[in-house]
């Protein structure tokens, strides 16, 4: 089981930028697929990234972070990052990090599909 913990999150203007940061537990992302989702007040968890520990492998985006949201990893450093760009009063939420064996695919988005989650990082866009 990992520990995941996200950082990163604050209050920014519309048409800014934040880099949040998921730090993973564990000897490796090595075999591991990390979702970052997104919880709005009132509203359902949805996907907005995941990637995988393989170069070999892309990213997937849900359609509304294609083109302004990016997720990277740095394995030596077991960190995941999703560098968010563009920020609108849409994209409040608390976002979460999520890790599973695996490689992204088909169903990425599911988060019942997810074992291990992080506490949360709260996003607030507003001016």
């Known amino acids: 089981q990992e520990q995941l913990v996200e950082s990163g999150g604050g209050l920014v203007r519309p048409g800014g930028s934040l880099r949040l940061t998921c730090q993973v537990s564990?000897?490796?992302?090595?075999?591991?697929?990390i979702a970052w989702f997104r919880q709005a007040p009132g509203k359902e968890r949805e996907g907005v990234s995941c990637i995988t520990h393989s170069d070999l492998d892309g990213e997937i985006y849900a359609n509304f972070a294609a083109g302004r949201f990016a997720t990277s990893r740095d394995n030596s450093k077991k960190t995941v990052y999703l560098e968010m760009n563009r920020l609108k009063s849409d994209d409040t939420a608390d976002y979460y990090c999520?890790?599973?064996?695996?490689?992204?695919?088909?169903?990425?988005?599911?988060?019942?599909?997810?074992?291990?989650w992080g506490q949360g990082t709260q996003v607030t866009v507003s001016s």
């Open positions: 564990g000897d490796t992302l090595t075999n591991l697929q």
């Open positions: 999520a890790a599973k064996p695996g490689f992204c695919g088909p169903g990425w988005d599911l988060p019942r599909e997810y074992t291990d």
